[in-house]
């Protein structure tokens, strides 16, 4: 079993929809983390959460952390085609610190049609 | 502004061969680390170093070996490849609270 279950793994919308990305578990997390990455390069950090019930934004994308720190969302509103890319959740294993050790979710495959 | 470059971006072996994936940062940052990145199965540790002289393993090991001589060096090697390590490899850095820098991946095919 996974220790992050990511959903939906496939989405493909038309530009200018919204669309939410949910990450899940039974565990609790100190923090999480959402990367994304695009074909032929390496994951990039969009965010961190800490705090349970936490809200970030970043332009279109707003992140939550759940109450009880086991799981979060993404959601886009407005999608572009800039916006395909593979969504990926992470969480550390050792406390607030990761050592480099982070453990990921399947990933969510967006495509976003013009 | 390299941060962090991984060499070759792409290798063909042979069952059997034996091959080293580089790995080199230039951020001065403790923590190394290698995944392996497969359709359906997100990213996998391979194998992580908290710091020039330790290393340790992560979920998926076996068939690798890691050593970390310097602190911007972490090479991956693969002692007898198999076709099951047909996959693409990342090598990322980090510092502090979880945040990870990664390179543009290493696409490995065995035949």
């Known amino acids: 079993t996974q220790l992050l279950e990511q959903s939906p793994q496939f989405l493909s919308i038309q530009e200018g929809e919204n669309l939410t990305v949910y990450c899940n578990s039974s565990s609790v997390f100190s923090s999480l983390q959402w990367y994304r990455q695009e074909p032929g390069e390496g994951p990039v950090l969009l965010v961190t959460?800490?705090?349970?019930?936490e809200v970030k934004k970043l332009k279109r994308l707003t992140f939550q952390f759940g109450d009880a720190r086991k799981d979060s969302s993404l959601h886009i509103t407005a999608a572009q085609p800039g916006d395909t890319g593979l969504y990926l959740c992470?969480?550390?294993?050792?406390?607030?610190?990761?050592?480099?050790?982070?453990?990921f979710g399947q990933g969510t495959i967006l495509t976003v049609h013009p | 502004n390299a941060g962090v470059t991984q060499t070759p971006k792409f290798q063909v072996l042979k069952t059997g061969q034996s091959m080293t994936l580089q790995c080199a940062q230039d951020?001065?940052?403790?923590?190394m680390s290698w995944y392996r990145q497969d359709p359906g199965m997100g990213l996998r540790l391979i194998h992580y170093s908290v710091g020039a002289g330790i290393t340790d393993q992560g979920e998926v090991p076996n068939g690798y070996n890691v050593s970390r001589s310097t602190t911007e060096d972490f090479p991956l090697r693969l002692l007898s490849a198999a076709p099951s390590q047909t996959s693409v490899y990342f090598c990322?850095?980090?510092?502090?609270?979880?945040?990870?820098?990664f390179g543009e991946g290493s696409r490995l095919t065995v035949l």
């Open positions: 951020m001065n940052h403790e923590y």
């Open positions: 992470a969480v550390a294993n050792a406390g607030g610190t990761s050592y480099g050790k982070l453990t």
């Open positions: 990322a850095s980090g510092q502090g609270a979880g945040e990870l820098f």
């Open positions: 959460v800490v705090t349970g019930g």
